[in-house]
């Protein structure tokens, strides 16, 4: 058991470009929320503490005071605004589809009951042409150069989960949605279903390996050759 | 003097009225009984789904060991053949756990006990406007709830699509296997949200129309208020709700295509009509709480509530804003990401009426005169948990941080800070507070004290360290984590989270016995043992049919506590001005008697 575990910060696993933005706006709102908690908690003990009935004592006839309304309502809405704010320029970002960027790698993914089917163009670039190739349950990536995934469903709804890359978005049958991320550094990492799909959900794993930029066309290649052999 | 004449009447209403066996305590049109039927009925569906709880949790503290011996004979081989759960098992288990907490415990737990016990007596009504329809309102619920429990045991077993029953999960048998199951979940919660309408119906015509002479709106006690506002929702959202429902019976079965993309459907649009729902439900399942707790805690503090008019403002904000936030359960779904943001901001403005209920119940306890029994203690632990569970929101609203938390173990934590820590806590206090004037007598205090403590400890030791799964990035609704190779780490954590839940429904053990204990042993509790000031402690405990020996009149608001002119720190509500000009001896003051706890 590591004490990693009860960590209230995102673990340092990173391996996105927006990853370490997202890491950074959780930090922001843990600090916020962190201050809040021990502030309103801590004021409770003691007014419990203090206020505690005894002998004589006689409460005091108070009805409320609007100052205090008004100072704890806008302090309160200033502080959820700037949130705001602040997480919409992030979540432009990486969701704003026209800022996905045009030099993106584009690659198909078809989620089934219960598998990840990744389509990969031919040499000629384009998909739905004979020399398509599939990469099932695992998801080959070049290392800095922004990726996006055009996720489809073929049956139920499922979540694209890559916890590293600090991305989830789901794939809905009849839908086409794209997620666009970049990584940067080359290994192994974790795809999951983060949404109910049925019987085999939990068994929806697979993996994402993100290869050096000459790896990834190597391996392209290899799958291409394979593919016309067929 | 009127108290003596106000017992001859009712004791010959009572003789005139007796009413058969079955008209008292089967198909009664009598609030409080209707109130005790959602009670007994709602603590039964809450042990129930407390018990799917402890099931789910054996799974995920102890991946595919047999459960133990004296559990494994409830289950058939269906379920957990040997007493391993089946992974198909476990999906029934956590969609029916949610449903029968949400829909058969804390809705009914809530609105149907509290609303039916308090809105009449809290505005001095001698019942609600439409007795009869009350009583249809009450039975229409364990009918929807024999559905429900039968889907258990039709070939295919229970519902397995999440309670939030996403489609096309939820809309074709062939997906999940379940297809008897899923088509009677559709059908007990269509006749389901019959109870919440009729129920609400009345809550909303009662409230407006048969408050006493004197009792203005600004005098409404906030328990009613709240159940007021509740009614609303319940009365605007449910036939949402009703209509997704009968459209997704459709789909299931006569081959229709509104959520299926097959025929054009669009799935996304179930998940709209949901929580369009959804979303106004969470708030159908906090406010009641959060009346309970103003009430208790104005009392127990002996204190007028911090802020009554703004107290009122937010409750009714966050019931408007509650219908536009249902895009935050759907930043991931796919839907348009400019809509996000509107979500975004529409989210973290409902955190201001939140904070200001927060603040003000923090205001009433400050330079109070607070008296630690079980009611305050619940109260409070409402308050501090219903903070953390309002916090951990802010993350989810922030829609790039809810990218990876969505889904995770860090939402469960979340929902069940406010819906165990919150509304859960808030029904402890609600029934330990009004339980004298439902059965007249006081729960044990003693009991009540450990029963509190032991469930506080347990929940935190069980709910806290979700948040940390969530963090790691454990996914919600997964049979057994350890098929991830980075969630095997968390196995230990989630072994103590097991232990620490097994502990908590426990503890529930002694609640139940205090309960039933104290209907016979109880002290015997008086017209007011809590010394408060609405025309509810006014009666008899219980009141008689009726309610009311005379229309009460209400010369003041709820909360006079502790008035620097009067000697006793309250002041009914129905006292004449005048006594309090002669000294407060003239009128028939209520027979003092000792306040539990001191």
Known sequence: MKWEYFSWVMPDNVVSTYGQTLDNLWLVILWVTGIVFFATEIVLLVFMVKYRHREGRKAEYIHGSNKAEFIWTSITF????????????????????????????????????????????????????????????????????????????????????????????????????????????????????????????????????????????????????????? | MSTATATETHAEHAEHHELSFIRKYIFSTDHKMIAKQFLFAGLMFLLLGGLLAVTIRWQLGFPGRPLPAFIQWIFPDTMAPGGIILPEFYNSLVTMHATFMVFFALMPLMAGVFGNLLIPLQIGAEDMAFPRINMVSFWIMPVAGVIMLASFFVEGGAAGAGWTSYAPLSADGQYTGVYMGQILWLISLIVLGFSSILGALNYVSTVINMRAPGMTWFRIPLATWSLFITAWLLL???????????????????????????????????????????????????????????????????????????????????????????????????????????????????????????????????????????????????????????????????????????????????????????????????????????????????????????????????????????????????????????????????????????????????FAFNFLWSLRKGKVAGNNPWKSNTLLWTTPSPPPHGNFPEMPIVYRGPYEYSHPDREQDYWPQDEPPASSEAGGQVAPAPTPEPVPGD
Not at chain 1, 83 to 110: N, T
Not at chain 2, 446 to 463: C, D, I, Q, R, T
Not at chain 2, 474 to 485: G, T, V
Request: charged fraction near 10%.
């Open chain 1, 78 to 230: 200033v502080i959820v605004m700037v949130l705001a704010v602040y997480s919409k320029g992030i979540w432009d970002e990486i969701r704003d589809q026209d800022l996905i960027p045009a030099d993106a790698y584009e690659i198909q993914m078809l989620a089934t009951q219960f598998e990840w089917n990744a389509n990969y163009t031919g040499a000629d670039g384009l998909f739905d042409t004979a020399d398509d190739f599939i990469s099932r349950n695992v998801l080959h990536i070049p290392v800095g150069r922004p990726v996006v995934v055009q996720l489809m469903a073929q049956d139920v709804i499922h979540s694209f989960f890559l916890p590293e890359f600090r991305v989830k978005q789901d794939a809905v049958p009849g839908m086409i949605t794209p997620v666009w991320f970049e990584a940067t550094t080359t290994g192994e990492f974790t795809l999951a279903c983060a949404e109910l799909c049925g019987l085999g959900h939990y068994t929806m794993g697979g993996t994402v390996i993100v290869h050096t930029e000459a790896d990834f066309q190597d391996w392209l290649a290899e799958q291409q050759a394979a593919a016309e052999d067929d």
């Open chain 2, 236 to 510: 605007l959202a449910i036939p949402i709700l009703t209509g997704g429902l009968i459209l997704l019976l459709a789909d299931q079965t006569i081959g229709t295509a509104f959520f299926r993309p097959e025929g054009s459907g669009e799935p996304l649009l179930w998940q709209h009509i949901f929580w369009f729902f959804g979303h106004p439900e969470v708030y159908i399942l906090i406010l009641p709480a959060m009346g309970f707790v103003s009430e208790v805690i104005a009392n127990r503090s002996r204190k007028p509530i911090f802020g009554y008019h703004s107290m009122v403002i937010a409750l009714v904000s966050i019931a408007f804003l509650s219908w536009v936030v249902w895009g935050h359960h759907m930043f991931q779904s796919g839907m348009n990401p400019l809509l996000g943001m509107t979500f975004v901001v529409t989210t973290v403005v409902i955190a201001v009426p939140s904070a200001i209920k927060v603040f003000n119940w923090m205001g009433t306890l400050w330079r109070g005169n607070i008296h630690f029994d079980a009611p305050l203690l619940h109260a409070v632990a409402f308050v501090s948990l219903f903070i953390i569970g309002g916090l951990s929101g802010i993350f989810m609203a922030a829609a790039p941080v809810d990218i990876y938390i969505h889904d995770t173990y860090f939402i469960v934590a979340h929902l069940h800070y406010v819906l165990v820590g919150g509304s859960l806590f808030g029904i402890f206090a609600g029934i330990i507070y009004w339980y004298p004037k439902m059965f007249g007598r006081m729960m044990h205090e003693g009991l009540g004290k450990v029963h509190f403590f032991l469930s506080f400890l347990f929940y935190n030791m069980a709910f806290f360290p979700m948040h940390n799964l969530g963090v790691q990035g454990m996914m919600r609704r997964i049979y057994d984590p350890n098929q991830y190779e980075f969630l095997q780490g968390l196995q230990p954590l989630n072994t103590w989270i097991s232990i620490s839940i097994f502990l908590f429904a426990s503890t529930q053990a002694i």
